[in-house]
Structures are given as structure tokens and as C-alpha cells.
């Protein structure tokens, strides 16, 4: 099976915080895969630089064979195939739970309303 996600000595700092150290893994495509940790450890810094909304200082990340830390990727293209949940996210108070998950898709035209 190939891996969705190739993670190869991936390093982030914030200044001289070394937040995340030499991370490598493989998580493979159609399997669900859980970071557990305690508060402050990494797991959202590393979800975020899954997909470049938090750009790692050093080391690689591969989806689907794609290195996404080469500047010359689309990464917008490359977002559209990732699917993320942030952990603190607003939803339109307007909208239904639903009609707030589904928006996006709809809108960009990935899916039908129904």
C-alpha cells in the first residue's frame, strides 16, 4: 500500500524553539492514524505542517511522492486533496452544524448539496 504521507526529518523552529525534532513517519493511505500527547507536545504543530500551514525549517514531507516543501509546488492544488479540522474553528452562527461542513465542499463545487 502506498503511504499518503512520508514525513522525513522534519524540523520546526520558532526562533530557537526547537518545536519539532527530526520527525519521520509514514502514514499510509485509507488508514486512520492518532497522535496522542499531552498539551503543548506538538501534535497540532505537526498536523498543521502536514499541509504548509506551518512551514518546517527543515527536512521533507512527501504526499503521495509529492515533496511539499519544494517552492516550486502548488500547494493550494495539493490542499485540496488534505482534509483538516482545526481545533479551534468558527462556524457561521447562522448555519447549522451541517450546512457549516458541508460549505466548503459545496461551494467549490467537490460535492453536490445533497
Known sequence: MEDKFCI???????GDFHALKDV????P???????IGPS??????FL???NMLEMPTGGHVLFH???LTDKSVNINQIREKI?????????FPNMTVLKNLTLAP????????A
Do not use: W
Not at 522525513?8 to 520558532?14: C, E, K, R, S
Not at 519521520?24 to 502514514?27: D, R
Not at 503543548?40 to 504543530?45: A, I, L, P, W
Open 8 to 14: 522525513q526529518n522534519m524540523n520546526l523552529y520558532y
Open 24 to 27: 519521520s513517519m509514514n502514514i
Open 29 to 35: 493511505a485509507n488508514e486512520i492514524t492518532a497522535f
Open 40 to 45: 503543548g507536545c506538538g501534535k497540532s504543530t
Open 48 to 50: 498543521r505542517s502536514l
Open 65 to 67: 511522492g509529492t515533496d
Open 83 to 91: 482534509g483538516m479540522v482545526f481545533q479551534h474553528f468558527n462556524l
Open 106 to 113: 459545496v461551494h467549490l463545487k467537490l460535492l453536490s448539496k
